[in-house]
């Protein structure tokens, strides 16, 4: 009860759903339909096979509107800043993705994300109305608290299932970031995106729309659940559905390497040259009347006896094949020739180096939720993150379309499980593999256990999950190095001792078979042997890896904006200084000098250096002077032969001849030159 009386209205529509919920869409008639099933004035306007919804323009509008927004480096939040290739940027995901364009276009090889599902309980960024345009949109973005937080209630709009656009206004989220997301996939690229029953329907045809219905990939289960939970409604939801697109047709899967069960199948069970085997059925599931070919008779090779197919199953090969099999020795008769029928050995060194994947992923394969927890709970706490993905999940994803040296991307970076899952990835096969995730610094509620631990924002979360993935593979180090020192320490004993049982006794060595205790001292070094050249070999991989990660922050630019088109009376003098002198007062160097690299087109990973009054950027490619330009300065720049210079205009000071010689002189050189 609400205290109100009846909505007649709302009564009356009720009821009309309940007969005809044909007619409406997003809980409110739709008038084109309601003519078609009224009336004889069927008319469909543009009448084609198109996603559409409320609002659809308006998220084009958003995705074309540039941003003029930074990245500013976190050197004290980062793990390695000045050497990692991987990065985590926190910010707003829309706009991160803009910044990205230009630096990062073409060069991502696999894209996951978890997106909010649509459940009508989660909230997320959506205009308010329709009609809010990008002022009043990076307004509400952008309020934040005393501490300098982004406030929730200015980000997040709760969308309900009462909404009359409630699937409209999770379309507008996710289309300009999706399509900006294609943007930075390479030509060979693939994305991942993790959703459930509420809105696997639209995404597939959203995305149809975006990356082109010819470039479909799959669409995954992944079994989240292992039991039935006794208050599930209706029929448990035990899965989670992971569409997969390709950026284009020259997208190549990998295959999955064999698990120590598969490889088990195989034996060498007649000491065949060929190396281990497994047998495979020598009859086919083709009838007699399908395939008359292959319906013969063959000899037992023990008994002599013609052996026949059954007529519903006949023989796989042709006589000729079977002939040619019989001759390279590919039967397989069964123990003393025991088997009525022969079975076909398939040699494990002439099959594919891994399996096919394929669309249904058990958790006894890749994980399920609670191991998700139980990983996140064991590295930051207990109920810290709520329903993180299993890192064998992600990891599957990263081995099936990544290569050992390539950029994986998570614009909806939750927990950070992308991030461990390409750490540990790269620490099992030594690969290179770098991550770039994004994360809104969304505020935990003040109840939760998160904000009880400590942790301000799920970005904060996912910063310090990574942290103490690289912590844990640096206590593995450690403990291989003390390993290896302490089995050494132990062969060089048991060496010692065999020394001097030889001195001491010579002839127990003199034996073909040897004395049962040098037999065995002699296995012990062998078996230590073998796990110090393991223990080795796992320290090289972890010696190798990228062990760190860059923090950016989204901020606004280090440059005043000047805006021509919108001079008045009132901000004339602002415009005027920001004409002259572009540059904000409170930007730091550092902040402008990656500013100027991502707008020039550079990773947030390429090389800096300091060369005296410059920076080089990525082997000196690009030079960016924002301190001080004379002659010296110039020729210096000049000498290093750069691709490119950037400088501020407020370096000449005013003196023309200066600027008007550099510019000739970087024209003469062959360089390209620009000022800010």
């Known amino acids: 009860m609400n205290g109100e009386s009846l909505n007649i209205t709302q009564d009356n529509l009720d009821k009309l759903k309940a007969l005809f919920p044909d007619i409406f869409s997003e809980g409110k008639i739709d008038l084109e339909k309601f003519k078609a099933t009224f009336t004889d004035d069927i008319n469909f306007a543009n009448e084609r096979y198109v996603l559409n919804w409320a609002g659809k323009s308006d998220a084009f509008k958003v995705l074309q509107i540039p941003t003029a927004a930074t990245l500013k480096p976190q ?3 980062s793990v390695n800043f000045d050497t990692t290739e991987n990065v985590f940027v926190e910010g707003e995901n829309l706009e991160v993705l803009k910044v990205l364009q230009k630096s990062y276009y073409n060069k991502v090889k696999c894209i996951i994300i978890d997106p909010p599902y649509n459940t009508g309980s989660d909230s997320f960024i959506y205009p308010d109305s329709f009609k809010e345009n990008k002022v009043d949109y990076e307004k509400r973005i952008g309020d934040k608290d005393e501490e300098g937080y982004l406030m929730k209630e200015g980000m997040f709009r709760k969308n309900s299932k009462d909404s009359g656009h409630y699937h409209s206004n999770w379309l507008s989220m996710m289309y300009p970031r999706l399509f900006l997301a294609k943007n930075l996939l390479r030509d060979d690229g693939v994305i991942f995106v993790h959703i459930d029953d509420n809105e696997v329907h639209n995404l597939r045809l959203l995305m149809n729309e975006i990356f082109g219905e010819e470039n ?13 939970s006794a208050d599930d409604p209706g029929i448990a939801a035990m899965h989670d559905y992971i569409i997969t697109f390709r950026k284009t047709d020259s ?13 088990s199948r195989y034996k060498n069970i007649d000491n065949d040259p060929r190396g281990d085997w497994s047998s495979d059925n020598y009859v086919s599931n083709k009838s007699k009347d399908e395939r008359p070919t292959l319906w013969y008779s063959i000899k037992h090779p023990k008994t002599g006896k013609d052996i026949w197919p059954d007529e519903s199953a ?31 050995k398939r040699f494990l060194s002439e099959i594919q180096e891994g399996i096919v994947p394929n669309t ?28 993180p993905k299993p890192v064998r999940l992600i990891k599957r994803i990263v081995e099936i379309s990544s290569l050992s040296n390539c950029i994986i991307l998570d614009f909806f970076a939750g927990s950070g499980t992308t991030a461990q899952a390409v750490l540990e ?6 690969g290179n593999r770098k991550f770039v995730l994004v994360q809104l610094p969304e505020l935990c509620d003040e109840s939760s256990e998160a904000a009880k631990a400590g942790y301000k924002t799920i970005a904060d979360i996912s910063k310090e999950r990574i942290r103490r993935v690289i912590k844990n593979i640096e206590h593995r180090k450690e403990h291989l190095e003390k390993g290896i020192e302490n089995d050494t320490g132990v062969v060089s004993a048991f060496e010692k001792k065999l020394a001097e049982l030889k001195k001491k006794t010579p002839q127990l060595f003199e034996t073909e078979k040897g004395n049962p205790e040098i037999e065995s001292i002699k296995k012990q070094i062998e078996q230590i042997g073998e796990k110090i050249d393991r223990y080795t070999e796992e320290l090289n991989r972890i010696d190798s890896i990228d062990k760190g990660f860059k923090v950016y922050k989204l901020s606004p630019s280090n440059f005043k904006i000047w805006r021509g088109s919108e001079i008045t009376s009132e901000n004339l003098v602002e415009q005027l200084d920001a004409f002259t002198n572009p540059v904000k007062a409170e930007s730091k160097t550092e902040n402008i000098l990656f500013e100027l690299m991502l707008k020039a087109g550079y990773l947030l990973t390429d090389k800096v250096e300091a060369k005296g009054k410059f920076f080089s950027v990525k082997d000196g490619e690009l030079l960016i002077a924002l301190e001080e330009l004379n002659p010296q300065i110039i020729d210096a720049i000049i000498k290093a032969q750069p691709q490119k210079v950037i400088t501020l205009d407020n370096l000449f000071a005013g003196n023309d001849q200066l600027k008007t010689n550099m510019v000739l002189q970087m024209r003469d050189a062959g360089i390209d030159f620009k000022t800010i």
């Open 75 to 77: 050197p004290d939040e």
């Open 425 to 430: 990835l790269n620490k099992e096969d030594g």
């Open 360 to 387: 249904w992923w058990t958790f006894e394969d890749v994980g399920h939720n609670d191991e998700g927890q139980k990983e996140t709970g064991e590295l930051i706490g207990k109920k810290i993150f709520s329903t």
């Open 251 to 263: 997208h190549k899967r990998n295959l999955l390497p064999r698990s120590e069960k598969q490889l």
């Open 216 to 228: 479909f990939v799959a669409s995954i289960i992944w079994q989240k659940k292992y039991a039935v």
């Open 314 to 344: 006949v023989w796989r090969y042709s006589k000729e094949n079977h002939e040619k099999m019989v001759s390279e020795n590919r039967l397989y008769w069964g123990p003393d020739y025991s088997y009525e029928k022969p079975r076909l």
